[in-house]
């Protein structure tokens, strides 16, 4: 399996996968559903994982999509920045969410406040991803190509990302500082009616040791006084330990402490000995709480500050044997649980809807891309669909001889010239053999035709009356537009990758000179009124002036707003330029005498090849994405009239100037190559 096909099948894993983890713990957030969220960590670390390969089979298929017809060098570099920046953020996410699930086990209240913060981080992950693919998709593509990439910074992309996950683990933090005490200590099981401390104790079995330390330290001969007893063990007598207040409630009959016996006893009626029989700091009130007994007291802390010493000094406190607290009302409540079968059923109803939840959303989104809307057809009056041969596969540039009226298509993807007789509206001849051909001149006074071989780096020269290949002329690197210059008897030829134009001899079929343009070459033409040759230069967004004489640039003029630019038309009568910009979908109107741009206007996406008909004043602007843009050129002026869709990659046109009718090779209409002829209707 190729590189290529490999990626495309991985690239979709991370993209849904993180959106489905987004979703769905969303959805466990709002149910608080710690199964769930536990279930949608994991599933992310996994995605964090198979992202991992994904990236690097999006390395390996770099080389070949270069190498593809339709691909754009500036989508592929952008896709590859973003994507980097999308899988170091899932790969950071992933780490965090690995910390998380081992460092927050058994805190709940900290894990819920950590799962809000990894939710915010993977919505951040999915947009990242929705943009990665988005930007894949549009590299050969052409047909979905935007101006949503036009001025995309991958800087400010990463300064955003970096600053928004920032303010994210910094709202995670908060809640470990403010809850430090809990992060810190062990887990522990929390039951009603006891402090979690006391029932931890329980747990421990230190109950025992605890009370009779209590036990030992009262009774010691060392004590004197209530105070030293209390000193002695304070945490016995804090307010916060449940049980013990528990112990300390008094039945109104005479009874006994499991812990302290008969030491807190009170004869029953007599309300004065019960000054006597407590020892102070006991704290502020006590009260029983013994359930279904009568005769509850409670007694201040102005009676207990009044209690005397004299029970501790005379030997009347004493302890007596005392039993494990667990054993009364230091049991802890039953806590309601639901039956295990149920809970789980319950869990996997959730994960169940959840699951169907996604799906339905995933199955909705890709309805919607595979049965997008397309644009408004443009208003063309078709008068006829000529099936031509090769298969249904890519035409490049077109050109028709005024003189001949013959039609020079060049099938691409076919490596084959097709010449079609506008008059009879036949084909004349298919001229194979010649590697991607991309462009063709017809030097008529010569009786040759010149062809450009992209992938074999030639100028292929036939015979225009036998229709045989007489001659091959090496030529840079990607040669791709030219032109016949018919006084000076030259073809300049665009060398796209080379950075240059070569210059050929027509008439001995040589190549005798080269133009370095300083960047990648556009289009070329020639302006017999000036006698002067206009280049463009894709990479610096120039338009250059050569002599034809000196093969030398003589002039070079920016073109400010220009991102990418392409092709070029010349309008020789009114002195004026067309330059259209397959980055950032724009034409500019240029005039030639001061090389000033004088106005801009929008196209479809991904501009590619246009055409003047000179009678009408129109001018067509075909596009990769197949939309076709139609101005009104009166005057210096621009103004579009009319706007739509014609076929999928429907980029190259040629016009009729005495007919009026537009040609427009399209690659695959109903699983054929046709030629459509149309006129347009304003």
Avoid at 396 to 410: A, E, S
Avoid at 459 to 470: L, R
Avoid at 634 to 660: C, F, M
Wanted: glycine share 6%; aromatic share 6%.
């Amino acid at each position: 399996m190729h590189s290529i096909e490999i990626h495309l099948i991985l690239n979709h894993i991370p993209i849904l996968g993180v959106a489905f983890v987004s979703l769905y713990l969303m959805i466990a957030t709002i149910v608080k559903n710690t199964f769930m969220q536990k279930v949608s960590l994991w599933i992310l670390l996994a995605v964090a994982l198979v992202t991992i390969i994904v990236y690097l089979s999006g390395l390996r298929a770099e080389t070949p999509v270069e190498s593809l017809p339709n691909a754009s060098k500036a989508l592929l570099q952008l896709h590859e920045k973003v994507a980097r920046i999308s899988s170091l953020t899932i790969w950071a996410i992933a780490g965090i969410t690995l910390l998380g699930l081992t460092f927050l086990r058994g805190k709940e209240q900290l894990f819920q406040y950590f799962v809000r913060g990894i939710l915010a981080m993977t919505l951040l992950s999915t947009a990242l991803f929705i943009l990665t693919g988005y930007l894949g998709g549009q590299v050969t593509h052409s047909e979905t190509r935007s101006t949503l990439a036009v001025g995309l910074s991958t800087r400010s992309i990463t300064l955003g990302v970096v600053a928004i996950m920032l303010v994210i683990v910094m709202a995670m933090i908060v809640p470990l500082v403010l809850y430090r005490n809990q992060f810190f200590e062990k887990g522990q099981n929390k039951t009603f009616g006891g402090s979690t401390n006391w029932q931890g104790l329980q747990q421990q079995g230190k109950h025992s040791s605890w009370s009779e330390d209590i036990a030992t330290s009262i009774t010691s001969p060392s004590v004197k006084s209530v105070q030293q007893a209390s000193a002695i063990a304070p945490s016995f007598w804090s307010a916060d330990s449940a049980p013990v207040a528990q112990l300390l409630s008094l039945p109104s009959t005479n009874a006994s402490h499991p812990l302290l016996g008969n030491a807190f006893t009170r004869p029953a009626g007599n309300t004065s000995a019960r000054s006597d029989s407590w020892p102070q700091e006991f704290g502020s009130e006590i009260q029983d709480i013994n359930r279904g007994v009568s005769g509850q007291h409670t007694y201040s802390s102005s009676q207990l500050q009044n209690m005397g010493q004299s029970s501790f000094e005379q030997g009347r406190l004493k302890v007596q044997e005392y039993k494990p607290l667990i054993e009364e009302n230091t049991k802890p409540l039953p806590v309601a649980v639901l039956p295990s079968k149920r809970l789980k059923r319950r869990k996997l109803l959730l994960v169940a809807l959840g699951l169907l939840g996604v799906l339905l959303l995933m199955g909705s989104l890709g309805f919607v891309v595979i049965h997008k809307l397309k644009p408004a057809p443009l208003s063309l009056q078709i008068i006829a669909d000529i099936p031509l041969t090769g298969g249904p596969n890519r035409f490049d540039y077109t050109y028709l001889d005024p003189h001949t009226r013959l039609l020079y298509l060049t099938h691409s993807a076919s490596n084959t010239v097709i010449i079609f007789d506008t008059v009879s509206r036949k084909i004349v001849a298919n001229i194979p053999g010649i590697s991607d051909v991309h462009a063709v001149a017809v030097a008529s006074d010569l009786g040759l035709i010149f062809a450009t071989s992209n992938t074999a780096n030639q100028v292929a020269v036939i015979d225009a009356h036998t229709y045989a290949i007489i001659a091959r002329i090496p030529v840079g690197d990607s040669p791709d537009g030219l032109i016949y210059n018919q006084t000076d008897h030259k073809v300049f030829v665009a060398d796209e990758a080379g950075q240059h134009d070569a210059v050929i001899d027509a008439r001995t079929q040589q190549r005798m000179a080269e133009i370095p343009l300083g960047g990648d070459a556009g289009d070329v033409e020639f302006d017999a009124a000036s006698h002067r040759i206009y280049a463009v230069v894709a990479t610096l967004n120039q338009l250059v002036t050569i002599d034809p004489v000196s093969d030398k640039i003589i002039a070079r003029a920016a073109l400010p707003g220009c991102q990418g630019a392409q092709d070029l038309v010349l309008d020789e009568q009114q002195r004026l330029a067309f330059v259209n910009c397959a980055d950032n979908a724009t034409l500019l109107l240029i005039d030639l005498a001061s090389m000033r741009v004088i106005s801009t206007q929008s196209v479809g996406n991904n501009p590619d090849l246009m055409a003047l008909d000179s009678g009408r004043h129109y001018l067509y602007v075909a596009s990769e994405s197949g939309v076709m843009s139609v101005f009104d050129e009166h005057g210096r002026t621009l103004k579009k009239v009319n706007e739509g869709y014609v076929e999928a990659v429907s980029h190259t046109i040629a016009v009729d100037q005495g007919t009026h009718y537009i040609y427009l090779p399209l690659q695959n209409v109903g699983g054929k190559a046709i030629l459509r002829i149309a006129l347009f209707h304003p």
